[in-house]
């Protein structure tokens, strides 16, 4: 598989591993080695496709994950200056939020990602769950974080 795809699958997992570390509050060493015992490349529970989840770029993933959550408050701080006057992220959707954070966290930390990589990385794993506004809102925000972090 191609460097791109397997970095693909690996922040489609962040976003889903960061969704349920915030969701349950799964301790991180323990989310960590879930993904990688059954997420990672493993099979997708679907009764109308038997694909596989892609085999995601594993130190990618890790370090998506862990960066985000180490770094939450800096990263919720600077999605919270992007949102429209008198959003707060409590009016976010759960999943949009987690999107933001691993696309935000990439920004800051992952000088070896294009800004444009990033941001359209981050809009296609919005495609996997939201309409076409939502994408676009996607897109705005990490767009004008990545102007004032780049």
Aim: net charge negative; proline share 0%.
């Amino acid at each position: 598989m191609s460097r791109s795809k397997s970095r693909a699958a690996a922040r489609l997992a962040a976003v889903q591993a960061l969704y349920q570390h915030d969701m349950e509050g799964t301790h991180l060493a323990g989310l960590l080695d879930e993904f990688h015992r059954h997420r990672l490349g493993g099979e997708i529970d679907d009764e109308v496709d038997d694909t596989q989840y892609a085999e995601a770029e594993v130190a990618f993933f890790d370090d998506l994950v862990k960066g985000a959550v180490a770094r939450r408050e800096e990263i919720d701080a600077l999605i919270e200056s992007k949102l429209a006057e008198g959003w707060k992220l409590e009016r976010l959707d759960k999943t949009m939020l987690q999107i933001l954070r691993a696309g935000t966290y990439e920004l800051l930390a992952r000088a070896d990602v294009s800004t444009g990589t990033a941001i359209s990385e981050y809009v296609d794993v919005a495609h996997a769950f939201f309409d076409a506004r939502e994408t676009k809102f996607v897109n705005g925000v990490l767009d004008a974080v990545a102007k004032a972090v780049r």
